[in-house]
Each structure stands twice: as C-alpha cells, then as structure tokens.
C-alpha cells in the first residue's frame, strides 16, 4: 500500500498499570495533579512516557548502525544528542558529533537532521519535533501508597551474627547501637518541629516571615548535624526509615494519545519498532527495584484524510510484556520498510 505524502498518524488507547507507577518530578512531591490541592486527580506524566520512548529509540538506532566488530558508530557526544537531545559538543558541528565513517544510503535517508527517524520524530534542542506524547489519565483517583517502614540492623533480626565479630568490634557495635538509639530519641522532636515549619512556610504571607522560618528551618538542621557530630560510631542512622511513596496503583487503565505529525513512512516505521523495543521491558518510572513502573498499552492508529469529515482507522498496535503487536496493512507495510532500511541507516548527523 503505497503511501504517496507525508500523514499525520494518531494513536489513541489506553496505558494500563500492570505495577505501582510512582515518579519524582522537581518541585512537585507524589504524582502530578491535574488540578490543586491532593483531590485533584493524579495523572501519568507525558515527560516520563516520553523520556522513557526516547531511550528506547537510541537502542534501536544503535542496535541497527552497530559496526561488523559489534562496536558502536556514535562518540559520547552522538549518544547525548541522540538520547537526550542535548548537543554536549560545545560548539562544535554536530557532524563532528557522531562516527567519521558514512555508508551508502538512498535518498530518503540523506545526511540531515530533518530525514534522520530519530532525531525529526523526538528532535533536539533547536529542533522540533513531529513526536507529540500526552500524559496518560486515569478514570477518577486510583492512588495508593507503597514502600515504607525502616531499616533494619542485621545483628538486630540475627543475634548469631555477633558471634562473627571480634570482642572489639563487638564493643564497637554496642557503643554504635546506644549512640543510635540516643539520637534517635533527640532528633525525633526536631524533626517534627521541622515538619511544621515547613508546612507553615507554605501559608507565609511575605518576604519576611518566609525568611524568618527559613531561618528557623536552618538552625534545627545545625542542631541535628551537631548531634550527628557527637556520635563516635557512624553519624547516619542505621535505622533509617524508608519513606512511602504515591502511586497509581496496579490495574488501573489510563486514556492515553500520541500523535505523530506529517510523518512519511519510514518515521512511521521507525516509531513502530521504537514501541516494539519498548514492550521487551515496558517499564518507567521510579522505585523501578521496588517492583515499580511496567505498564500495558493497546491503540487505535486512525489518519484523517483530506476532505474526509471522519478519521479513519487504519490498524491497532499492543505494548505488553508479553509482546508486540501491530495489525492493519498500512502500518506493517512501515515496519517492514524500516526493517528493510535500517541495514543502511547511518543516523548520521550533518553540519
């Protein structure tokens, strides 16, 4: 089926949470909201599917310009700019930017940022672009709360153990014990007064009363480093709590949508073994070695031609960890074109 222009390609489904799906974002504590205040429904962020597609497209690139001895064509700049979109050459051309050696490709591969899968569909800084990836929203709340507790001492949950230590380091580790369980009880007021002043911080009405309880903030902390300081033994708790984390929970289904816009296809192609690459391990996210971050996904891919008043669908596509999945004659007629391509695919960056 031949595909005479460039399509804009929509894919529209679900992202399904087959683990705890939890993420850390600056300046924001738990999920992202759609909305102020903790009721507001908690969304899955676009930045992190994104990223996480991204990542998966560099291994595919890589994997198909590898070098017969199996080495890599690209240098450490190559691989920032390709990954990330960062272009970490200060200043340098960007065809400097990745390997000297430049295969034979056809015209539609030429050596150039607009025609490379790679960079046109996820772009780099300067360049936009044909990649748009939403964020994934749940159907009301569907938040839990995971992890927790706090850190056990092994000589604590196996007494046997201290038979392995020498009588010295046997001294050592009840003097280490002692001291910990002195400040522990010291630092528990201070760090309950530190919560609050922060959450008053947040209800300050000026300049000045921020400062102020900044710098109350401030001298608590001095107070907890002093005790710190005291110790003989190790200055951090051995106890160390570990702190709950938000996440949506297992089995909830999210509408999602990515749209890939005026794209030819071989950039279809390419985007179809990127979601491919992404179902051998569909995980994102943090607390990733909690047992967090792998997600299911099905769509729709529908295009919309000129002059037509409704889309039209032109096949399906499944990302699971069970495997990958693409139905409909237009979209397996891009992979394959990729697939038959990729051999000669420099992702070769021009000047």
């Not at 595919?60 to 001895?69: G, I, Y």
């Not at 630092?187 to 922060?198: C, N, S, T």
Request: charged share 25%; with cysteine.
């Amino acid at each position: 089926m031949a595909q005479t222009q460039n399509q804009t390609f929509n894919f529209v489904g679900t992202m399904t949470a087959l683990e705890p799906l939890t993420v850390t974002q600056p300046g924001v504590r738990g999920l992202p909201r759609n909305g102020r205040g903790k009721d507001a429904n908690a969304y899955w962020p676009a930045t992190t599917i994104r990223g996480s597609l991204r990542h998966c497209a560099h291994r595919v690139a890589l994997s198909k310009t590898r070098k017969p001895d199996g080495s890599s064509p690209f240098n450490l700049d190559a691989h920032f700019l390709l990954a990330q979109g960062v272009d970490i050459s200060a200043g340098k051309s960007q065809t400097a930017a990745v390997a000297e050696d430049t295969q034979a490709v056809d015209s539609h591969l030429r050596l150039d940022v607009l025609d490379n899968p790679l960079l046109s569909l996820f772009g780099f800084w300067g360049k936009e672009s044909k990649l748009a990836v939403g964020s994934a929203y749940p159907d009301g709340q569907a938040i839990g709360y995971f992890g927790g507790g706090a850190r056990g001492v092994m000589f604590e949950r196996e007494t046997s153990l201290i038979e392995e230590l020498t009588l010295e380091d046997q001294e050592r580790l009840e003097t280490l014990l002692a001291e910990q369980t002195a400040a522990a009880d010291e630092m528990r007021p201070i760090d309950e007064e530190i919560r609050g002043l922060k959450s008053s911080l947040k209800a300050a009405e000026s300049d000045a009363q921020r400062k102020q309880v900044r710098e109350q903030i401030a001298e608590l902390e001095a107070r907890k480093e002093a005790i710190k300081d005291a110790k003989k033994e190790s200055r951090e708790s051995i106890r160390r709590p570990i702190d709950q984390y938000e996440g949506i929970v297992p089995g909830t289904e999210m509408e999602h949508r990515m749209t890939l816009k005026s794209a030819c296809r071989l950039e279809l192609g390419f985007f179809l073994a990127v979601l491919a690459e992404f179902a051998r391990d569909s995980r994102m996210g943090g607390h990733i070695h909690h047992g967090c971050g792998l997600v299911k996904a099905s769509y729709e891919v529908r295009v919309w031609p000129e002059g037509e008043l409704l889309p039209k669908v032109i096949g399906s596509v499944g990302v699971s960890p069970d495997g990958f999945s693409v139905e409909g004659a237009e979209l397996q007629a891009a992979l394959k074109e990729w697939a038959e391509s990729a051999p000669t695919f420099s992702c070769k960056v021009a000047a």
